[in-house]
C-alpha cells in the first residue's frame, strides 16, 4: 500500500516538510560517495531554510507542553496504563528539555561557521560549486567517507532536538487516527467532518497496482479526494471507475 498524507493547517505542513528533510539527510549521510555528502549538505542548508522561522521552535514547545499536559490528566483514570503513560510522557518531557536548552536562533551555530555558509551562498547557482569556485569544499569532498560523515553529524548536531520533537508530536498526531476502508465512487470521494472537532491529518493508503494518483484537498468541514490516472504523456485525468482505500484522520 502506498501511503499520502494531507495536513489541514501550516503547521503540520511545516512539520511534514522537516520530517522529510530530516528523514533525507539521515539516508545520504550513511551512504559513502562525495556526491551524497554533497546533497546531504543540501539538505542541511534546507533545513535550516525551513527551521529559521523564528517562532518554530516556541510553537514546538507549545505543543510539547500541551500534549504532556493532556497526557496528565489521564493519570488515575479506569483503563489507562499507567506504565504506558509513564513512558509516552517521559519522551514528551525529554524532547521538551532537549529542545528547550538550545540557545538562540535554530541553526546559529552553523550560520556562525563561515566556510559553511561560503557553500551555502553558491550552492544554488547551478554548477556553484565546482573545484574552481570553492577548492576548500572540493578538498572535503576528496576526504575519506568516515571523516566527511563525522563532519556532517557534527554539524547536524544541533538540530537533533528539532527533529526528536518533530518525531515525538508527529507520532502522536498519527496515532490518534483510526483507519477505516471507504470507496470512491467514479474516482471522486467526499467526507463531511464533524463539527467541534478540529482534523489535522489525514492519511490515506491506495494499493500501488490500482495505478492511480490521489489528489486531496479538505478544510475543517469537509475532504474531498479525486482519483486520478497518468497518460502517456504525464497528464493526470480523472479516474471513471470505483476503487477503494484506506483512510485515517488524526485529530
Known sequence: MVLYEYPFNESIRTMLRLEHLFDR???LMERD???????????????????????????LLKELEKHKA??????????VDEARLDEVVARIDGAFQRLNALNGKTGAALASNEWL?????????????????LPAYYNWQQLLPVRRRKDLMGWAQSLMPMAEALQ???GLLRDSGAP???????????????AGRVYQLL?????????????????????????MRQDEEGRLKLATEDASFELTLCA
Do not use: W
Not at 493532556?70 to 483503563?79: K, L, W
Not at 477505516?180 to 464533524?194: D, I, R
Open 203 to 227: 492519511r490515506m493508503r491506495i494499493d500501488p497496482s490500482l495505478g492511480l494518483i490521489p489528489e486531496i484537498s479538505g478544510h475543517r468541514l469537509m475532504v474531498s479526494i479525486r482519483l
Open 168 to 170: 515525538v508530536l508527529l
Open 117 to 133: 555558509m561560503s557553500i551555502r551562498s553558491r550552492i544554488s547557482i547551478p554548477g556553484g560549486t565546482c573545484e574552481f569556485d
Open 70 to 79: 493532556q497526557f496528565n490528566a489521564y493519570r488515575g483514570s479506569p483503563g
Open 33 to 59: 560517495t562525495a556526491l551524497d555528502h554533497h546533497f546531504a549538505l543540501v539538505t542541511l542548508f534546507e533545513i535550516l531554510d525551513v527551521a529559521s522561522r523564528a517562532d518554530l521552535k516556541s510553537d
Open 180 to 194: 477505516h476502508k471507504v470507496a470512491a465512487v467514479a474516482g471522486q470521494f467526499q467526507q463531511s467532518l464533524p
Open 25 to 27: 539527510l539521515g539516508a
